[in-house]
């Protein structure tokens, strides 16, 4: 963690702190991309645009997949507030973004926030595998 990072994520704990303002939860984050330009930022907006996919994470990789190239975006690096949820994550893995750099953990923003957290939804399957690889095997050859 250099200087610079933590200068970075001062912005992002700036953004978390701005989301508040308009009524979301407290979640920013921005993206830096290989010459340390500020290439986008985001805050959570999940209660005024009503979506539970509205993180700042996930936007923010979402847009790196749409508009970077993938050396440009494996060279830019994620700056969040608090470390991305597993669906965040997910994005960041499939966009090419190649560092992400947090504050809180999750641990320790779990800790700031008693009762939060999410259910454990049941899951069952595998199941009609004959049938379900078919498309699948009929895409990728
Ligand atoms: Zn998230």
Same mark, same amino acid.
């Given at each position: 963690m250099t200087p610079e990072d933590e200068r970075f994520l001062r912005r992002a704990i700036e953004l978390a702190a701005a989301a508040t303002t308009g009524g979301d939860a407290p979640y920013g984050s921005l993206l830096v991309g290989? #010459?340390?330009?500020?290439l986008a930022e985001e805050h959570n907006t999940v209660l005024s645009d009503r #979506?539970?996919?509205?993180?700042p994470e996930l936007k923010l990789a979402r847009w790196a997949a749409r508009e970077l190239d993938p050396a440009t975006a494996a060279a830019t690096t994620m700056y969040t507030s608090c470390q991305p949820c597993t669906m965040c994550y997910g994005g960041i893995q499939r966009s090419g973004l190649g560092r992400v750099v947090f504050a809180l953990s999750t641990e320790q923003a779990d800790a700031l926030t008693p009762g939060a957290g999410w259910p454990v939804v049941p899951q069952e399957g595998p199941a009609l595998f004959d049938e379900a690889r078919v498309p699948v095997t009929g895409f990728y050859g």
């Open positions: 290989p #010459d340390g330009t500020v #979506d539970i996919a509205a993180h």
